[in-house]
């Protein structure tokens, strides 16, 4: 895979910035080129192909559950409180039972799934995410039309965002609860410009690539807050308990909007790029881009969530402590400063340059190509890269000049790109249960770091994908009792056409 392409698109987040000027790029030297594997397209839902689970072969604690079907893999899996299992594959989501050994798969007619990829409103999105929410209920997250573009298509802007599905296990059934709109209604967010947001709304994060939920019960009125990260928005949140919480808006009151009745969006970490006069770059803070966020947490020890759009990383700084946390500023503070060192947490930091003509943003030199990040109990936050490898943060308050230790990758799973090392890392886990780290690294790999050493325990009798499919998401069964441990493993169809699969691990 590649690091996350980036966009420069106007209407931020709350702050209402007017959409800036298009400019040319700068002439730049050749970039640091990402890792030789390009990303893992998601085939429009038209062509989206049938998939199937196959029944699990096991070896040891390991069982493997192959993707049968044309070019097909999983991007996500997911359990929920009572440890049932929910598998996002593109035109199927797959359930189970925590105990049952085969998988249930429902599409848009058997559980009433959204259907709002064409105009004609016929087609399912691509499903590309999930989260086990309460027990029984799960959230998927759709890959829309488009990215952000405001003047693209109406029913383009109105397609992907989400669906809470209800799982019953017994009965052997799925069905969607609500669907959830993932936009602001008229007259909340006040811009004027080409495309009028105050009069005709904001609809932003169509394609949602990871969700978080709340399920820590302590947490009072937020225990069941989802938070969504996705094209242009890092930081959505579908809020419960939002009358309670003083949200006033009525979003069924514009027709349209009804979906997005309890949906804040959305707030993200932006770069600027750079400020031209008469075509020639002269400084940063041009363009805002926003990239697209994969990787999302919510730090245990607070409630606060923590959001990375490839560039940089954010964190939504007393949320998780105050009823109306969407509000919770963003930090590190935009300070009225937007050159490229301020207003996030630059986890890898920049070359030094020493004039603005040496500045781009798109150049991945640049860029910290986060694609996954997770929370161990303690609050330690691991930050994985397609790009630089493997860092992590120590247990605390967000700070300024926050520290971020970086984790060495076994060099042969990493790249030699013109003389620059490339260590590419998919997605990472910490296992609740001992503090390891469990990661997707190149070339399909899992490994497994603990007391500062690497292990890599897929056997080598175990199937092809297990071995060699890009992970993409890596989740843990927390309810799993004080004895057990279940990794769930999503491995992607590779850029080949190799299919993917389903890993779980149950062991020590």
Request: hydrophobic residues 40%.
């Amino acid at each position: 895979m590649a690091a996350t392409l980036l966009a420069a698109c106007g209407g931020g987040g709350g702050d209402g910035a007017k959409q800036p000027q298009e400019q040319p790029p700068p002439v730049q030297p050749p970039p640091v080129q990402p890792p030789v594997d390009p990303p893992v397209v998601v085939p429009p839902p038209d062509a989206q192909p049938a998939v199937t689970l196959a029944a699990p072969a096991t070896v040891g604690s390991w069982s493997f559950y192959a993707a049968e079907g044309d070019k097909v893999g999983v991007y996500d899996a997911s359990p929920d409180e009572a440890g049932n299992v929910y598998v996002a594959a593109g035109a199927a989501v797959f359930a189970k039972a925590r105990t049952d050994a085969e998988f249930k798969a429902f599409d848009a007619k058997s559980a009433g799934l959204t259907t709002n990829c064409d105009e004609a409103q016929t087609l399912l999105c691509p499903v590309i995410s999930v989260a086990g929410a309460a027990p029984g209920r799960a959230v998927l997250g759709f890959m829309g039309m488009g990215t952000d573009g405001d003047l693209d298509p109406e029913w383009w802007m109105s397609s992907g965002g989400a669906d809470v599905v209800d799982f019953d296990a017994a009965a052997g059934t799925l069905s969607r609860a609500r669907h959830v709109f993932i936009a602001a209604p008229p007259e909340r967010v006040n811009e004027t410009g080409a495309y009028d947001f105050w009069n005709l709304g904001r609809k932003k994060v169509r394609q949602v690539h990871r969700i978080a939920v709340e399920h820590d019960t302590a947490r009072g009125s937020h225990y069941g807050d989802v938070w969504f990260a996705g094209s242009h928005g890092s930081f959505s949140v579908l809020i419960a308990n939002a009358a309670e919480r003083g949200w006033h808006v009525d979003a069924t009151k514009y027709p349209g909007f009804e979906a997005a009745q309890d949906v804040w969006e959305h707030d993200h970490p932006d770069l600027r790029g750079v400020i031209y006069e008469n075509g020639v770059p002269r400084k940063p803070g041009g363009e805002m881009i926003t990239g697209t966020a994969t990787a999302l947490a919510i730090d245990p020890t607070t409630g606060d969530p923590w959001a990375a759009n490839g560039i940089r990383l954010a964190v939504k700084k007393g949320a998780g402590a105050r009823a109306d946390g969407w509000n919770a500023p963003m930090f590190p503070p935009k300070d009225g400063d937007w050159s490229a060192w301020t207003g996030f947490y630059d986890v890898w930091p920049d070359p030094i340059f020493t004039s603005a003509t040496e500045f781009w943003a798109n150049n991945p030199a640049y860029q910290d190509a986060v694609s996954s990040i997770s929370f161990c109990p303690d609050g330690t936050l691991w930050i994985a890269s397609e790009i630089h490898g493997l860092a992590r943060r120590a247990p605390g308050e967000p700070l300024l000049d926050d520290v971020f230790e970086h984790v060495a990758i076994p060099p042969e799973y990493c790249w030699d790109e013109a003389g620059t090392s490339v260590c590419a890392v998919y997605s990472v886990a910490c296992d609740p249960k001992d503090g390891s780290v469990w990661a997707g690294l190149g070339y399909g790999v899992i490994g497994r770091y603990k007391d500062g050493a690497w292990t890599f325990p897929v056997p080598k009798t175990a199937p092809l994908f297990a071995q060699q499919n890009p992970v993409g998401s890596i989740q843990i069964d927390a309810y799993a009792g004080v004895d057990g441990r279940i990794v769930y493993f999503s491995h992607m169809a590779t850029w080949k056409g190799a299919n993917g699969g389903l890993t779980v691990y149950r062991g020590p």
